[in-house]
């Protein structure tokens, strides 16, 4: 399997963010991207490419142009404040206050252009998310062009990310942008199969009202764990996309055989909605040792999982999104790769 990757993740760097009282250092950073780019060569998974360059167009098909638009001017703005360290949101139009107003200021459009705190800024911000989103396309195309599968060694990651929000480290949906660029390739149906520990909320957001794209994700239930606001099992699509979203969300201390058990009923929806592609959010934050999840799969479940979705015979595209037990990123993440080709 090939992999594409961009070094231009690695400007991303020295976050901070809010975490149980303390600001701290982020946990998204980017010795997750270095460390599965080792594994990818230690395991000698295939060859790792550079992305092609692309320009927004593919973005602005699930985003809105004015929020792409926002995105590289963020740091400029935030430099011409006068200040440094992280850009990060602290106020947002929530029920009751104006929501159709954007401001001038660059404080008030942080707000206004996210759901949470947790999508920092810093001078290398926006070409890493630039780099993410074209190893996305640049890896679907090979897939695309006849490949059985690729890997998108995606950093930052993007399921959090919706129409016009960013949050949860996630800033523009790389998943949901190959799920559209497929569909504009051609092909008639898509799944997205989100795995990351945390509800896709922005994936579900994006393809809600949607019959072309089916969005099946596991996680964590809402209701006692980030993302909070969305991912509830009633959550099944509306007028169109009526029956095209699927959530299963799960306890705190869920281990495989209850995990991989959801997963084999999101497969069989998957299998009835049939197909030309999946795209896999391909999180491994699900991990025993995840310092901010609550799961308990292990080390050796991750080739499992690799090895059911590869038993759909389908043309599948990896998007990385999150994990954050770096020591352990590159085994499991990889090891959902390998366990896809045995
Ligand atoms: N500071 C992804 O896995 N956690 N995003 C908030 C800890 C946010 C996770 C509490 C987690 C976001 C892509
Ligand atoms: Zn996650």
């Not at 009526?242 to 306890?251: K, T, V």
């Amino acid at each position: 399997m090939k992999t594409v990757f961009s070094p231009l993740h690695a400007g991303h760097a020295d976050t901070m963010e809010l975490n149980s009282g303390e600001i701290v250092p982020g946990f998204e950073k980017p010795a997750r991207a270095e460390i599965i780019k080792a594994r990818v060569e230690s395991e000698r998974l295939g060859p790792i490419l550079p992305p092609e360059i692309h320009d927004l167009a593919a973005a602005k098909k699930v985003h809105t142009s004015a929020y792409i638009d926002f995105l590289p001017t963020v740091w400029p703005q935030w430099e011409a404040s006068g200040r440094g360290g992280s850009a990060i949101p602290f106020t947002w139009p929530t029920r009751g206050l104006r929501g159709d107003v954007v401001p001038d200021n660059i404080d008030a459009q942080l707000g206004f252009y996210s759901f949470d705190a947790g999508a920092p800024f810093v001078k290398g911000t926006w070409h890493a998310i630039k780099s993410s989103y074209d190893v996305a396309l640049t890896a679907a195309a090979l897939v695309k062009a006849g490949e059985r599968t690729a890997f998108a060694l995606c950093r930052p990651p993007g399921h959090h990310a919706g129409a016009a929000f960013m949050g949860g480290y996630c800033y523009i949906n790389n998943a949901a942008v190959v799920a559209q660029w497929f569909r504009d390739q051609g092909a008639a149906r898509v799944s997205i199969l989100d795995v990351d520990y945390h509800h896709g909320n922005g994936t579900q957001e994006i393809f809600y009202q949607r019959r072309d794209v089916q969005v099946l994700n596991l996680h964590a239930d809402p209701m006692v764990e980030y993302p909070f606001f969305l991912g509830h099992a009633d959550e099944r699509g509306h007028g169109e996309g009526e029956g095209f979203n699927h959530n299963y969300p799960m306890p705190f201390g869920t281990a495989f055989d209850e995990w991989s058990a959801a997963l084999e009923d999101a497969c069989g929806k998957l299998v009835a909605y049939a197909p030309d592609i999946v795209v896999v959010s391909l999180g491994v934050d699900t991990f025993e040792k995840d310092p901010i999840s609550q799961f308990k799969l292990k080390s050796p479940d991750y080739p499992k999982v690799g090895a059911r979705i590869a038993a759909l015979n389908l043309p599948t595209l990896f998007v990385m999104e999150g994990g954050y037990a770096v020591d352990e990123i590159g085994v499991n993440a990889v090891g959902v790769l390998t366990g896809f080709e045995d």
